[in-house]
């Protein structure tokens, strides 16, 4: 099914806009257009209909692309603008792209049409995508300054419902939470329809699907009637196309779930369903920090067991930082009895320096009224300390509860996994390796062979042609010991970072030289196209080399893949003129250093490409990748203020384009 596309087009000629049109066409559009030629007429359509694009003529009669963009930009579109014109001069053509138009095309030379307007489709829903983040991100600031303001279940679920609502493309919203006393999920806050419209349950038992369903915590999302015919207790309601049902946790357990639906989409989008499950996390901590002061308002013995039951330390502190009560943790922690700690200051109790840089954080606590996080490092630990304000009757926040988490495990497991995908990628290059070092083997071998057969001639050997046999074979140790000693360096955790000065066709060319023995195994062909003489750029070479590997190994995947499936249409017989190729592109562009990596491969869908840089995603069989590898080339890129760019079609191959900075 083509994807439908709304296009405004600014042009006086009805010819040259349905040729625009036909462009569009036959790249696979199902194309809704208006054509407008004057001012009001662009006006009142940027006022009826959301556009996807604007096409326009650079000068007519009655209009002017000048015109037009002053209008756009009064009417906080966010959409590609593409100047089409017969004749442009370059100095115009800058003018324009500086006052914001995103490409121009010359009408006799539409060859990078399709291309730009894909690329500028993108740009503009990563753009959009980012503005709703950022709003949704602020909405939950919002909504979380509130909740560390109450200790009122009741009022921190309305809290919650209205934040829901402000997030785009949800019409309805209710919570559930569980009531050990009866054993069932209660509806405890909704918002939209009515409940009678809505014929809402407002309890679910224990043997009910929708309860068993939250209690396991997995979240749904999907068109409301598949959901009810997995759910069937949720009630039949023609309002609705699409729905989610996500989990609320405390402790690892599902204590209750939000339920939404919309009536305006089939599906919510990605980022909306990231924030309903921040929405379900913030709820549960918020559940969870009700519960704790409650606890501290009961009764010392109470708080006593809660605190003990962890085996981190938490502690309470007045402004002063007297310890008014702690846990078992703490004393272990601090190397005290437990008992010994009530009314020690707990800034004598820490190193100096320690003491200095809690006491600035936890007096933010104190004037701010707002709870904060923050890392430290002890004794080779990483300890990650929560500060949380606690108020007395009157509202006054007269103390502080503080936990404190040991996440160094943690972080060494990320940095063990991110390492291990390296040495994962490293051991696919093992038959690389080893013919590079097996070649100058062969020549001292070799070598040898010959001294050996000349020694047994019995007669003197000149000593030239001993020190020119010498040196050969010198030259292939050095040789091994250059080979052994770069991947040593490339294969070694990088945490510290070797900042310099260097050349991006030498990391191609190393990366290239550890995987083109197994290409040729393969029969993959590999063409370098470099351009000589390009500037240094500065950065790690051993991490540009990862990238380097790392892409063409996801090339290499990609052309078996569909080598793999070619077969298999073909009756397990090989199509001969499938030709598996992949090409690496170095060149300058401007003031920037670009490398590009090609092949002809299985390609990607259009929507995994916007995921697959994210850790964990891949589009590879279970077990053929951890999804780290991509993840890791962006974050290394990014590091060096460089950008990934990825273009694919399906069954036709993919590129990636990297650009760097030149000093």
């Not at 015109?67 to 324009?96: H, Q, T």
């Not at 209710?174 to 349950?201: C, F, M, P, R, W």
């Not at 991947?487 to 066709?505: E, K, L, P, W």
Request: with cysteine.
């Amino acid at each position: 099914m083509n994807k439908k596309l709304f296009v405004l087009i600014i042009e006086d000629s009805e010819e040259d806009a349905e040729q625009n049109v036909l462009y569009l066409q036959n790249a696979g559009y199902d194309i809704h257009y208006q054509r407008v030629e004057t001012a009001n007429e662009m006006k009142s359509a940027l006022e009826k209909q959301k556009w996807d694009v604007i096409l326009a003529d650079y000068l007519m009669p009655r209009f002017s692309v000048p015109a037009a963009l002053e209008i756009y930009k009064e009417s906080e579109s966010d959409i590609p603008f593409i100047v089409i014109s017969g004749a442009i001069g370059d100095k115009k053509a800058v003018g324009m792209m500086k006052t914001g138009v995103h490409d121009y095309f010359l009408k006799d030379n539409m060859t990078r049409f399709i291309a730009a307007v894909e690329r500028e489709l993108r740009e503009a829903a990563t753009r959009k995508e980012k503005r709703r983040a950022h709003q949704n991100l602020q909405i939950q600031h919002e909504m979380s300054l509130k909740l560390n303001k109450t200790t009122d279940l009741k009022v921190a679920l309305n809290y919650v419902i209205e934040t829901i609502h402000k997030i785009e493309g949800i019409d309805f919203s209710s919570i559930y939470i569980y009531n050990s006393q009866k054993g069932a999920l209660e509806l405890s806050a909704y918002h939209g329809l009515s409940q009678d419209v809505l014929k809402l349950t407002s309890q679910f038992d224990a043997g009910s699907p929708f309860y068993r369903f939250v209690r396991e915590g997995h979240p749904i999302y999907g068109q409301y009637n598949v959901i009810r015919q997995q759910i069937d207790d949720v009630p039949d309601n023609e309002w609705f196309l699409t729905s989610a049902i996500i989990p609320i946790e405390v402790d690892a357990q599902s204590i209750g779930a939000i339920f939404c639906a919309s009536g305006a989409s089939d599906d919510f989008l990605s980022g909306t369903k990231i924030t309903l499950e921040s929405i379900a996390s913030q709820i549960g901590g918020t559940i969870a920090r009700i519960k704790s002061e409650m606890a501290l308002q009961k009764s010392e013995r109470e708080l006593k067991a809660i605190m003990n039951s962890s085996t981190e330390p938490i502690f309470l502190i007045d402004f002063k930082g007297t310890i008014l009560t702690s846990n078992e943790g703490l004393g272990i922690r601090l190397g005290m009895e437990e008992k010994k700690l009530s009314g020690k200051n707990i800034y004598d109790l820490l190193p100096p320096e320690v003491a200095k840089y809690r006491k600035l954080k936890i007096e933010t606590v104190f004037k701010s009224g707002e709870p904060i996080r923050f890392e430290d490092e002890r004794s080779g630990r990483t300890i990650l300390t929560s500060v949380y304000p606690v108020s007395d009757t009157d509202g006054k926040i007269t103390r502080a509860a503080i936990f404190g988490l040991d996440i160094t495990d943690r972080i060494l497991a990320e940095k063990r996994l991110i390492h291990s995908e390296r040495m994962a990628g490293l051991g696919e290059l093992a038959a690389g390796i080893a013919h590079e070092i097996n070649q100058p083997l062969n020549t001292i071998s070799l070598i040898m062979d010959n001294l050996l057969s000349e020694f047994a001639k019995d007669e003197n050997i000149e000593e030239g042609y001993l020190k020119n046999k010498s040196d050969k074979i010198f030259e292939n140790i050095t040789r091994m010991r250059n080979i052994i000693d770069h991947i040593r360096a490339f294969s070694r955790n990088q945490d510290v970072s070797i900042i310099a000065g260097f050349d991006i066709n030498s990391s191609i060319r190393n990366a290239v030289s550890m995987i083109s023995e197994q290409f040729k195994h393969l029969a993959i062909h590999l063409n370098l196209d470099l351009e000589e003489k390009l500037p240094e750029i500065r950065g790690n070479t051993y991490k540009v080399e990862e990238v380097i590997l790392n892409l063409l190994v996801n090339a290499k995947d990609a052309l078996l893949e569909k080598r793999h499936k070619v077969t298999e249409s073909r009756s397990h017989k090989v199509d001969e003129n499938f030709e598996m190729v992949v090409g690496i592109r170095s060149f300058q562009e401007d003031h920037s250093i670009i490398v590009e990596i090609n092949d002809n491969g299985i390609g990607i869908r259009d929507e995994d490409i916007g995921r697959i840089m994210l850790p964990f995603y891949t589009t590879k069989d279970v077990g053929k990748g951890t999804g780290l590898g991509l993840s890791i080339s962006y974050q290394i890129i990014r590091e060096m203020h460089g950008t990934i760019e990825i273009s694919s079609n399906i069954r036709k191959g993919t590129t990636i384009r990297i650009t760097l900075g030149i000093n």
